[in-house]
């Protein structure tokens, strides 16, 4: 079974500064996908970024990037200038398989705080 | 069209009611998702269709129903609810199945908010 870790129950950080939210996951899979989603208080989960498991290089996407380091089981979100509009729950989440079709698993949530 | 929606946005009902919630998409995304997530917690998968066919059940309480009339619609018909099945509850898609794959991202719907008095 696939299982993703968040420890960062809530961060907060300055506006303009960067930010890491730490993700590790554990799964016997060889192919598999990692994600980040940002769910900000209206409700709607937005994607943010993909990791394909046999990808070399870090995804990036605009100021979003992923620290994936496969020994290691991690997938860490980088922000970069945090704008205060990024104050929100952010999910990691890694794909599994189960009766031939796969699912998302996430992981507990971090909630981020960006202070003025 | 990279849009999921969902109606209504808030539902209240009783538990003796009968109701549904709809989710479409015109992505020709040939997965779709129905998630329930409590406050402060992730979502919790609930059904999985593929090319139309429920391929996933997370064990849901048969109060729960859902309905996958053609490859754009979603349905989850909703009968004798609980207290406890108040959530939010989010409808999803993604290009097809294989999530491991790039470009199979699910995209949200933005959820309906669901009260069972």
């Known amino acids: 079974a696939q299982k993703i870790t968040q420890t960062q129950p809530g961060m907060f950080v300055q506006e303009k500064e960067a930010v890491t939210l730490d993700c590790t996951y554990d799964t016997s899979d060889q192919s598999y996908g990692l994600f980040w989603y940002k769910q900000p208080s209206s409700g709607e989960m937005i994607f943010l970024i993909y990791?394909?498991?046999?990808?070399?290089q870090n995804a990036t996407e605009g100021r979003y990037s992923l620290n994936f380091q496969k020994a290691r089981k991690s997938a860490n979100l980088v922000i970069s200038a945090s704008q205060l509009g990024d104050s929100a729950m952010y999910f990691c989440?890694?794909?599994?398989?189960?009766?031939?079709?796969?699912?998302?698993?996430f992981g507990k949530g971090t909630k981020l705080t960006v202070n003025p | 069209d990279t849009e999921v929606t969902q109606t209504p946005k808030h539902l209240v009902m009783g538990m003796t009611n009968k109701k549904s919630l709809k989710c479409e998409q015109h992505?020709?995304?040939?997965?779709m998702y129905w998630y329930k997530q409590k406050a402060k917690k992730p979502p919790e998968l609930m059904f999985v269709?593929?090319?139309?066919?429920?391929?996933i059940n997370e064990s849901v309480p048969s109060r729960f129903s859902p309905e996958c009339p053609n490859s754009s619609l979603l349905n989850l018909h909703l009968h004798a609810l609980q207290p406890e099945d108040s959530a939010l509850y989010l409808c999803?898609?993604?290009?097809?199945?294989?999530?491991?794959?790039?470009?199979?991202?699910?995209?949200f719907g933005p959820g309906t908010r669901l009260t069972v008095l």
């Open positions: 999803a898609s993604s290009q097809d199945h294989i999530l491991a794959f790039p470009y199979n991202e699910q995209f």
């Open positions: 989440a890694m794909s599994g398989t189960q009766g031939g079709s796969e699912k998302l698993v």
């Open positions: 990791q394909g498991s046999y990808d070399e």
């Open positions: 992505m020709g995304h040939r997965a």
């Open positions: 269709y593929s090319y139309e066919k429920l391929s």
